[in-house]
């Protein structure tokens, strides 16, 4: 994969010490509509793709079973809560509705 | 992650099955206004201008995840293929940046170079904050850099040997206080206690967030 140059790399390392740029201060900070139009496009129908609401949630143990100790899971801590989200799981389901300790939650990938 | 309750309300959500930039919409069932899961904010519909409540959460390896929260639930379910799923399961760590600020000219600030400076002090949307990298577990935090008013700079700190304390360290050169750098809590010095302000800040895939933010700043190493 091909990012930067060595060269450029060099000067975004002293590049990130300047504030950055407002190039779009005037402009709102969501994308605007018209972005969007230009830069959307349908690809399955709506609820075509699988999401979990509120899923029932398995201990350290259970989960040992099923995932390598180097599988990236994305956590997620509220208070004394946590909860993790395997990112080979999330891949195909991408969103979940859940729930942590009382907070309602979105997870996404 | 986001809060799903907004006005006293609890929305929830589904997967409208449109791609913008490569990132799925989503939409609230209440209202079908459509949401960018990846900013929180809705786009389209009655909900527009509307924004979730953001969440901390870190991408890092299941191992350290169960470490750290040994009492933590677990999603389990089949692992992905096809649509959107597939790359995941073949991108490493070093893929992934974090993304720090609002707004379409974000940053983000790839693990690689994070690998090699694990500590930044820097600026972002005009803010001094710091980054914390942990190298071994490799994800990465942000916190607003000050105390109060007072602005701060870190500097690593190495664990002493001799001690049975492994959390990351750091210490800041105002008050020579000395704070946890993954969980921005003062453990020592004038200031102990007191916890930094954790930044929103998001795991990225790099090729991503590039085709997300075309206007953002990326910090990184080839």
């Known amino acids: ?109 | 992650m986001y809060e799903r309750q907004l006005d006293g309300e609890v929305l929830s959500f589904g997967h409208e099955g449109v791609l913008y930039r490569n990132s799925f919409m989503m939409y609230d069932r209440k209202t079908e206004s459509l949401w960018l899961h990846v900013t929180g904010e809705a786009l389209k519909g009655p909900m527009r201008g509307k924004k979730l409540k953001f969440l901390p959460a870190e991408v890092m390896p299941w191992k350290a995840w169960k470490m750290l929260n040994p009492q933590t639930k677990v999603l389990l379910g089949e692992k992905a293929h096809g649509f959107m799923g597939s790359f995941n399961l073949k991108e490493k760590l070093s893929s992934y940046g974090l993304a720090v600020g609002s707004g379409r000219t974000q940053t983000l600030f790839r693990f690689n170079l994070l690998q090699r400076v694990p500590l930044l002090n820097t600026q972002v949307d005009s803010k001094s904050v710091v980054i914390s990298y942990d190298q071994k577990n490799s994800y990465a935090v942000c916190f607003a850099a000050k105390s109060g008013q007072q602005e701060l700079h870190f500097d690593p700190v190495l664990n002493d040997p001799e001690s049975s304390e492994k959390r990351l360290l750091m210490r800041d050169s105002e008050t020579g206080s000395t704070w946890f750098r993954m969980s921005g809590e003062c453990s020592a010095g004038p200031l102990k206690g007191q916890f930094l302000e954790r930044l929103p800040a998001t795991t990225w895939l790099g090729k991503r967030w590039i085709g997300f933010f075309p206007e953002g700043r990326l910090v990184g190493l080839e």
């Open chain 1, 1 to 109: 994969m091909s990012w930067l140059s060595p060269m450029k790399a060099l000067l975004v390392l002293v590049s990130f010490a300047l504030p950055a740029p407002q190039l779009f201060a005037q402009e709102p900070e969501i994308f605007s509509l018209e972005d969007y139009e230009a830069n959307s496009r349908r690809g399955a129908d709506r609820d075509a793709f699988q999401v979990l609401d509120n899923p029932k949630l398995v201990d350290v143990a259970a989960a040992d079973e099923e995932l390598s100790p180097d599988e990236p899971v994305i956590g997620l801590r509220v208070g004394k809560f946590a909860q993790a989200y395997p990112i080979s799981v999330m891949g195909g389901i991408e969103l979940v509705n859940d729930t942590i300790g009382e907070l309602p939650v979105t997870v996404s990938w």
